[in-house]
């Protein structure tokens, strides 16, 4: 049981390329979020989903596609890289809707 | 959407309990308060949640009060592994089930 996997766990882009940074749970866990923190501050949360092929956008959902098309697997595509989503992103997962979440380890994107 | 208000920092003594405060006096009737916590740059870990009654768990124990417009994350014999920045969180209704994190507030365990 391997909990909510990220990868890459570091990425470098340069200005306008594109990317997914993958996540990935084997807990069979319903709803799924990301979020990204910027440095000294908060979790602001990017996109989340209710179930497979369910997904709405949460704080911040500029720059950034999200899918469900499995239970497993909430993939974020950034589509046009820019510095200002220089940020550590976190994927989360929980079973149901009380339930607290299981976060990944992040990914550290840094864009130039 | 009910908002949570936390003060940025405290300081506790290492054995000694850490008594977190959390406003969330906007809060409806069906959702729950959440406590996560973050040490250093990792991914935040779950602590505990309530709705109406006081919680325990091995790792903390949550005191809602009756009209639920506070709470309180108590961590009974703190340690220096219980620094970290602690976020309380107040599910959001409607049905939109978004989860939203405030700055938390950062616990020093002081030795």
């Known amino acids: 049981n391997a909990g909510v996997t990220q990868t890459p766990k570091f990425q470098v882009l340069k200005t306008g390329q594109s990317m997914t940074l993958q996540c990935a749970q084997d807990?069979?866990?319903?709803?799924m979020s990301w979020y990204r923190q910027d440095p000294g501050m908060g979790l602001r949360l990017i996109h989340y989903s209710v179930g497979a092929g369910i997904t709405d956008q949460g704080e911040v959902p500029n720059g950034y596609n999200v899918s469900r098309s499995t239970t497993e697997d909430f993939p974020l595509r950034l589509l046009s890289a820019a510095p200002s989503q220089t940020s550590v992103y976190f994927c989360?997962?929980?079973?149901?809707?009380?339930?607290?979440?299981?976060f990944g380890s992040g990914t550290r994107l840094t864009v130039v | 959407d009910a908002k949570t208000t936390q003060p940025p920092s405290m300081d506790c003594a290492e054995g000694r309990a850490a008594n977190l405060p959390c406003n969330h006096s906007?809060?409806?009737?069906?959702?729950?308060v959440y406590w996560y916590r973050q040490i250093h740059s990792q991914g935040p870990q779950y602590i505990i949640h309530g709705l109406k009654n006081n919680e325990t768990n091995e790792m903390a124990s949550l005191i809602i009060t009756e009209d639920r417009k506070s709470s309180t994350l108590i961590l009974p014999h703190a340690t220096l592994r219980d620094t970290a920045v602690y976020y309380c969180i107040v599910r959001v209704a409607s049905g939109t089930y978004k989860y939203i994190f405030g700055t938390g507030t950062r616990l020093k365990v002081l030795a």
């Open positions: 989360a997962s929980r079973l149901w809707e009380a339930s607290g979440y299981t």
């Open positions: 906007t809060i409806s009737g069906n959702e729950y």
């Open positions: 807990m069979n866990h319903e709803y």
